[in-house]
């Protein structure tokens, strides 16, 4: 009988690239592979990596140079660099990792079983970087993570060029999938026990763009919440700038689109977000979050935030300080500006330098991890559905998340729950991460 062929899947960066790995999966399980936990042993390995920020291209660095001794043990072992570093640093990555045999830019993600079969018949190095735009319907299948939760990308690319960000350099112009083939996923992903779904894009208020109508995301999203099995739905991420009060009313009005908003607002000076080119002002942003709040009460609304932007003031940062105080977040992804060169700011003038920055970024912290408390502290003794994610690593305990996505955790009380299962959970301990409780049935 002849071995099994194995594969090892080691991720990096945002939920594009779960979903991209997802469909290295896919392709690998078409060909005969079969996953194993210790990329080790593996017949092929994939490092699918990101290049948002340093810290994040020194542990994948770290980790491909891991990658030389496997290499050395196994000459057969087929090792790729995939993603946005891998775009980004091209046929340098090459040369610096001789043990990488196949580089893959991310506009080749649906190539990728075509390019694993060329390699492994002529064992000559692929280098595949164009940005060239390639069609965005999805084809074959992808292998997912969850049991339950399916990530569902509607497009890929970004044409904003904030400033500060590689993403429009690593991953090309903005292009939406068909309403039908983004239907046609979903539907197969039902039919395979799927519940849950997250619509992926850079800004998915952009989605389809290119037919001129600037409600085409409200309308998926209308359309997405008809199908039949789909019990959840979320969506990231939103632009302040692009997004329009119908995505707001598909949000009050469809039973199955969850009531969680995801609106990075990056810096609240208004002078800082100019230079950012994020198209909006901080009175803006705030007026956003009224009209959601408007429409939808009880909605949680998270964000990202920048700090040590080149040149921001310490006035600057309290205007940041200003619009959370007032935002009111239930969450927040902080980060502390990371130069990124090709990019415009990284040219900018006064870069703030590192201790200033990570100063305003524990200060940052300090006040939302308050606010997030207090919003948490609000929903004791509420009783609150929880989709079940499995066993907490405190052994009894379960966790899952609410449709928000904020994390509870219950006991099973000797109860045994199904990955995906809905569960009443009511609250009676809150915490700034996690909310606990009790299942009542
Ligand atoms: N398209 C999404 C996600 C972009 S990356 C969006 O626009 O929100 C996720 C977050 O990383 C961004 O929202 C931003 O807050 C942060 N980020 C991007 N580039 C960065 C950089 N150079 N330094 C620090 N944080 C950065
Ligand atoms: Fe980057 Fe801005 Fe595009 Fe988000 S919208 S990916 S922050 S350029
Ligand atoms: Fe990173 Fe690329 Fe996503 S740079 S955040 S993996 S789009």
């Given at each position: 009988?002849?071995?099994?062929?194995?594969?090892?899947?080691i991720n990096y960066g945002c939920?594009m690239n779960?979903?991209d790995t997802?469909?290295?999966?896919?392709?690998?399980?078409?060909?005969?592979?079969?996953?194993?936990?210790?990329?080790?042993?593996?017949?092929?390995?994939i490092v699918n990596t990101c290049c948002v920020r340093e810290s994040a291209e020194k542990k994948i660095a770290g980790k491909i140079g891991?990658?030389?001794?496997?290499?050395?043990?196994?000459?057969?072992?087929?090792?790729c660099v995939a993603g946005c570093m891998a775009q980004k640093d091209g046929e340098k990555l090459l040369k610096k990792h001789?043990?990488v045999?196949i580089l893959l830019g991310t506009s080749y993600v649906?190539?990728?079983?075509?390019?694993?079969?060329?390699?492994?018949?002529?064992?000559?190095?692929g280098l595949y970087t164009s940005l060239e735009?390639?069609?965005?319907?999805?084809?074959?299948?992808?292998?997912?993570?969850?049991?339950?939760?399916?990530?569902?990308?509607?497009?890929y690319g970004c044409n904003n060029f904030c400033t500060y960000c590689i993403v429009p350099y690593v991953r090309g112009r903005?292009?939406?999938?068909?309403?039908?083939?983004?239907?046609?996923?979903?539907?197969?992903?039902?039919?395979?026990?799927?519940?849950?779904?997250?619509?992926?894009?850079q800004?998915?208020?952009?989605?389809?763009?290119?037919?001129?109508?600037?409600?085409?995301?409200?309308?998926?999203?209308?359309?997405?919440?008809?199908?039949?099995?789909?019990?959840?739905?979320?969506?990231?991420?939103?632009?302040?700038?692009?997004?329009?009060?119908?995505?707001?009313?598909?949000?009050?009005?469809?039973?199955?689109?969850?009531?969680?908003?995801?609106?990075?607002?990056?810096?609240?000076?208004?002078?800082?977000?100019?230079?950012?080119?994020?198209?909006?002002?901080?009175?803006?942003?705030?007026?956003?979050?009224?009209?959601?709040?408007?429409?939808?009460?009880?909605?949680?609304?998270?964000?990202?935030?920048?700090?040590?932007?080149?040149?921001?003031?310490?006035?600057?940062?309290?205007?940041?300080?200003?619009?959370?105080?007032?935002?009111?977040?239930?969450?927040?992804?902080?980060?502390?500006y990371s130069k990124r060169s090709g990019t415009p700011a990284a040219r900018?003038?006064?870069?703030?330098?590192?201790?200033?920055?990570?100063?305003?970024?524990?200060?940052?912290?300090?006040?939302?991890?308050?606010?997030?408390?207090?919003?948490?502290?609000?929903?004791?003794?509420?009783?609150?559905?929880?989709?079940?994610?499995?066993?907490?690593?405190?052994?009894?305990?379960?966790?899952?998340?609410?449709?928000?996505?904020?994390?509870?955790?219950?006991?099973?009380?000797?109860?045994?729950?199904?990955?995906?299962?809905?569960?009443?959970?009511?609250?009676?301990?809150?915490?700034?991460?996690?909310?606990?409780?009790?299942?009542?049935?």
């Open positions: 009988m002849e071995k099994q062929k194995t594969y090892a899947l939920q779960e979903s997802e469909h290295y999966a896919g392709q690998l399980k078409e060909l005969g592979y079969e996953a194993i936990a210790d990329f080790h042993d593996a017949d092929v390995i891991e990658l030389k001794a496997v290499k050395v043990k196994n000459p057969d072992v087929v090792i001789p043990q045999d649906n190539d990728f079983k075509q390019l694993l079969l060329d390699f492994l018949q002529t064992r000559k190095k735009i390639r069609d965005a319907e999805f084809e074959g299948h992808r292998v997912r993570q969850s049991p339950f939760h399916a990530w569902i990308p509607i497009m903005e292009r939406s999938r068909s309403v039908e083939n983004i239907v046609e996923e979903i539907k197969q992903a039902v039919k395979e026990g799927y519940k849950e779904f997250t619509l992926l894009g800004n998915v208020d952009s989605y389809g763009k290119q037919t001129g109508d600037k409600e085409a995301f409200a309308k998926l999203l209308r359309t997405c919440n008809e199908i039949e099995g789909v019990e959840r739905l979320h969506y990231m991420t939103s632009h302040p700038r692009d997004m329009v009060e119908a995505v707001i009313e598909a949000v009050r009005d469809c039973e199955h689109v969850c009531e969680s908003f995801h609106l990075p607002f990056q810096a609240g000076s208004n002078e800082i977000l100019r230079r950012m080119n994020r198209g909006y002002t901080k009175e803006k942003y705030l007026e956003l979050i009224e009209t959601v709040r408007k429409h939808v009460p009880n909605a949680v609304i998270t964000t990202d935030i920048i700090v040590g932007f080149p040149g921001e003031t310490e006035e600057d940062f309290e205007e940041t300080l200003d619009v959370v105080k007032k935002a009111r977040f239930d969450s927040a992804y902080t980060f502390i900018m003038e006064n870069q703030v330098p590192l201790d200033v920055k990570k100063d305003r970024l524990n200060r940052l912290m300090a006040l939302q991890n308050e606010i997030s408390l207090a919003n948490h502290e609000k929903m004791v003794g509420d009783t609150v559905e929880v989709m079940a994610d499995g066993p907490s690593k405190h052994p009894g305990v379960w966790n899952g998340r609410t449709r928000t996505g904020i994390l509870v955790l219950w006991p099973t009380e000797g109860k045994t729950y199904e990955l995906g299962q809905k569960v009443n959970v009511k609250i009676d301990t809150a915490q700034t991460w996690l909310l606990k409780g009790k299942a009542i049935d």
